[in-house]
């Protein structure tokens, strides 16, 4: 709110060029969030996802969360307005690979009644096919968007 109420003092004062580097800073912050959130939601993603390969099953409660990450990431990385998405195809892979680590830790802890360490739980699927698969559903879930 601070930049808001300092963003109308550089226009009344008519400092534009201060308002229109404040303006950036803004939109950086907001980018900002939207990445946040798609990494917290990529790594929720890809913890059940992980789950039902090593346990080869799934719950209905997996299937829901599954469905509602690939969705809300999917929400989040649309541009209302302009159109398009914020986070492009490569750097949604990037964020998946970056998130994995921490979703395996938590999978090991969850699968298999937490018996296996991550590495040892990282034996029993391919990591290349968790985040591949992650992506076609974000992907599947913005063409909806579309």
């Known amino acids: 709110m601070d930049e808001i109420l300092q963003l109308r003092e550089f226009i009344e004062t008519q400092r ?3 308002a229109l580097l404040l303006i950036e800073e ?3 912050m907001a980018v900002s969030d939207k990445f ?3 990494k917290s939601y990529s790594t929720i993603l890809l913890l059940h996802l992980i789950k039902q390969v090593a346990e080869n099953r ?9 469905e509602n990450s690939s969705e809300e990431i999917a929400e989040v990385n649309k541009r209302p307005k302009a159109g398009g ?9 990037q964020i998946l690979e970056r ?3 921490n979703a ?3 999978a090991s802890l969850e699968a298999f009644g ?3 360490s991550a590495q040892e739980l990282q034996q029993k699927f391919d990591k290349q096919a968790i985040i591949d698969k992650a992506m076609r559903l974000i992907i599947d879930q913005q063409a909806k968007l579309i």
Request: glycine share 2%; hydrophobic share 40%.
């Open 114 to 116: 937490g018996v296996f």
């Open 85 to 93: 998405f914020y986070a492009s195809h490569a750097e949604l892979v």
């Open 99 to 101: 998130t994995y680590k």
């Open 36 to 38: 946040s959130k798609i």
């Open 26 to 28: 803004m939109e950086d």
């Open 104 to 106: 395996l830790t938590r």
């Open 58 to 66: 799934t719950t209905v409660s997996w299937d829901l969360s599954i």
């Open 16 to 18: 534009y060029h201060d």
